[in-house]
């Protein structure tokens, strides 16, 4: 279907001039997650946005939303400019950074992209590292500095785009730029952002037509591989074990289930499952990784571990849920017969005069969900006091989420009356959705990636397109997402109601359609992140701006 061509930009606006200082300007102000300067970053920018033309006349139009209840006193930003019709395209981004410690003696220079490029080439010089990174920033067209690959020059290329929108005489549809905090940690920028959208975009009228998410994908080559759009997100689950032994003298090993043991044939089982590597439309999802396993012991002794903690990194195309913990189940049972064999070969190898502890012929796998429902129907007050429990570790800000996960679940094992050995699957945090293109939206991915590789063309370069960005992302809370699946996810995650509030009664996410266009570079969350500034200040912002127009011109 052909489109109409929208009328040209006014020639005094220089998109790429703008886009290349926005993105200085927003590395320039610290923004890491959890720090005081997240909640600033925000009042900063809405600043920025207030100077323009078009929101000082139409100040309504720009709102700072702080996040409920959040003990930060972080804020989103919404910024929009509008012109004929309800057609809109809303541009995401988060704002917020990993720390820069990172940085050792460089810190300082963290957020000075340029004066940071000269001091990364003297000390990469001296030292002879990472000849590649020493070659980009020689180059001229790479530039380093904390956030400035993740994702802030992809931020910047929205309000560039932005701007040129509002820079426009005539203008068809509606942009609306959406900047948050907290992506790197628990999206809780986004999922406010989520919360809110449909009742903002209702009241003023607007139907979002399409998002475009702005974030950034490594690339160690030459670009090929990340310069994308993406029709979608992978999503991810952290699948978890609460491994129940059961104790035993060390000079007695054969007599108890030692816990630590049990979990290492469970992490080495489960260490790139697989079964559990997803492959979509001939894109592989990273296969299942170990986050994290400890015991639970307080202090030495010769003691075999009585419990362990470990969990999984599970990335998923259109899995479900349901479906990743039946597998985990076949898994965790493949690993629960080797360490029984092992133990018995071992045990006859050493003539030790009895077999196996019995122990070890009844280990059951079971799901948190189980476990609690046996906890809820052996003591009718435990509900009661496991959303006391619940609570309180919600208002823990120095424990991680896996950590409170873990505690929920110890105590369901511990009031539900079962007898270990066994082992407790369950999701330990914050599930991220996948993000899947519906077919009814055929003709506006056509119209879509075609917008997109005119404008890469027209700049001397190309772009494709995907199925799945390949990271996790903010994507997973505006896009199209299973929410019957992430209901049955829920009753697996301890967290859920309580560290993890997210209200599914009235559907899971906006459900626009979502792609991701944003910058490429190497090396982010690490002190060499670098972006490639050709692409992410030149090209980015035209191709953002090329999309947009295309789908508001109907």
């Known amino acids: 279907m052909s489109r109409p061509s929208p009328a040209p930009l006014p020639q005094a606006f220089d998109l790429a001039a703008r886009a290349r200082t926005i993105s200085l300007q927003l590395t320039a102000w610290p923004s890491v997650t959890g720090s005081k300067d997240e909640a600033v970053f925000a009042l900063r920018l809405a600043g920025m946005l207030r100077a323009l033309p078009y929101f000082q006349a139409n100040p309504a139009d720009l709102v700072v939303a702080p996040l409920p209840g959040d003990p930060l006193g972080r804020a989103n930003v919404l910024a929009l400019v509008r012109g004929r019709g309800t057609r809109t395209v809303t541009l995401s981004g988060h704002f917020d950074t990993v720390t820069t410690e990172d940085y050792g003696p460089l810190q300082d220079l963290a957020g000075e992209a340029e004066a940071l490029r000269d001091a990364l080439i003297a000390k990469l010089e001296a030292t002879g590292a990472d000849p590649l990174a020493l070659a980009d920033l020689k180059s001229g067209d790479f530039l380093p500095g904390r956030g400035l690959l993740d994702m802030k020059s992809g931020l910047a290329a929205g309000i560039a785009a932005l701007e040129a929108f509002a820079a426009e005489p005539d203008r068809d549809g509606n942009l609306l730029l959406i900047a948050t905090p907290d992506e790197e940690d628990r999206s809780a920028g986004m999922r406010a952002a989520a919360d809110l959208l449909p009742g903002f975009l209702a009241e003023r009228g607007l139907d979002a037509k399409l998002g475009i998410n702005l ?80 015991d639970l012991k307080n202090q030495y002794n010769v003691t075999v571990p009585g419990t362990v903690w470990t969990y999984w990194n599970v990335l998923i195309h259109r899995r479900p849920s349901t479906e990743i913990m039946a597998v985990a189940r076949t898994i965790a049972q493949r690993a629960v017969d080797r360490a029984r064999a092992r133990l018995a070969e071992r045990a006859a190898r050493l003539r030790v005069p009895v077999e196996v502890t019995p122990a070890w012929n009844a280990i059951r796998i079971v799901s948190f969900a189980e476990v609690k ?49 066994a082992v407790v699957l369950g999701f330990g945090s914050m599930p991220y959705p996948s993000v899947t293109w519906r077919d009814e939206d055929a003709e506006l991915r056509r119209d879509v990636l075609a917008a997109a590789q005119e404008t890469a063309a027209a700049h001397g370069t190309s772009i494709r397109g995907i199925d799945y960005f390949p ?34 009664s009235q559907g899971a996410t906006p459900g626009i359609p979502l792609i991701n266009i944003g910058p490429w570079g190497r090396d982010y969350h690490h002190w060499l992140e670098r972006v490639h500034a050709p692409y992410a200040f030149e090209v980015l912002p035209a191709i953002v701006q090329a999309v947009a127009r295309r789908v508001l011109s109907g």
């Open 373 to 421: 429902g046996a906890a809820m129907a052996r003591d009718p007050g435990f509900e009661a006091r496991f959303a006391d429990l619940a609570e309180a570790l919600a208002q823990r800000p120095d424990l991680d989420l896996p950590t409170r996960a873990r505690q929920l679940t110890e105590a369901a094992w511990q009031a539900s009356g079962l007898a270990g050995p």
């Open 215 to 294: 974030d950034a994908i490594n690339d160690p080559e030459d670009g090929e591989y990340a310069r994308v759009v993406a029709f979608g997100c992978i999503g991810k689950l952290l699948l978890s074990a609460f491994v129940v032994g059961k104790e035993a003298h060390a000079a007695y090993p054969f007599d108890g289930v030692n816990a630590a043991y049990l979990a290492a044939e469970l992490v080495s089982e489960m260490e790139c499952a697989p079964e559990l590597a997803e492959d979509a439309c001939g894109e592989l999802a990273a296969p299942p990784t170990a986050l994290g396993s400890r």
């Open 471 to 504: 990271a996790i992302a903010d994507m997973s809370y505006l896009g199209p997402v299973d929410a019957k699946d992430l209901a049955a996810a829920a009753s697996e995650t301890p967290l859920w109601g309580n560290s993890i509030r997210w209200n599914l």
